[in-house]
Each structure stands twice: as C-alpha cells, then as structure tokens.
C-alpha cells in the first residue's frame, strides 16, 4: 500500500514576544523561565526595559535576570 503523501510546512514556527517591564527580581522572570522549560519548541523573545526608572546607576539584577532568560534559551531585546 503506498504512503500517504505528507506536504512538508514551509511556514515558520509561531511563537510569543512578551514585553517585560517588571524590574527584576520581579517574580515574573521565574514564571516565564518556567514556561519556556515546560515548551523549549516555542520560540520566545522577551522585552525588557531597563533604563526607564530612577537612578542613572546600573542594576546588576538585570544582568544576572537577562543571562538566566538566555540560558533557558529565550531571545532578549
């Protein structure tokens, strides 16, 4: 009996963009770190914005924060 043919899908993976303006250690780092984990084929890019707050010093929060979302494998811009 022979195969069934199969079309190959040509279209890209869809996936969500999350604009993150919480100031870290936001509790919602976690849950999207969580999420990611749990769908590692979603693609995900999540928006943060960390010079639109008081102070002109650098938060080292935000550093740590964005190289854990990178290491779960999340796009951050």
């Known amino acids: 009996m022979p195969m069934p ?3 190959l899908s040509t279209e ?3 996936g969500i963009m999350i604009p993150l ?3 870290p250690p ?3 780092y ?3 770190i969580e999420e990611k984990n749990n769908h590692p084929s979603v693609p995900m890019i999540v928006i943060i914005n ?3 707050g008081p ?3 650098k938060d080292p929060n935000y550093a740590i924060y964005i190289q ?3 290491s779960s494998g999340i796009m951050v811009l």
Do not use: W
């Open 55 to 57: 102070g002109l010093s």
């Open 26 to 28: 936001d509790p919602s």
């Open 12 to 14: 890209p993976p869809t």
């Open 5 to 7: 043919h199969m079309a």
């Open 30 to 32: 976690g849950t999207i």
């Open 50 to 52: 960390p010079f639109n």
């Open 68 to 70: 854990r979302l990178q």
């Open 21 to 23: 303006y919480t100031d």
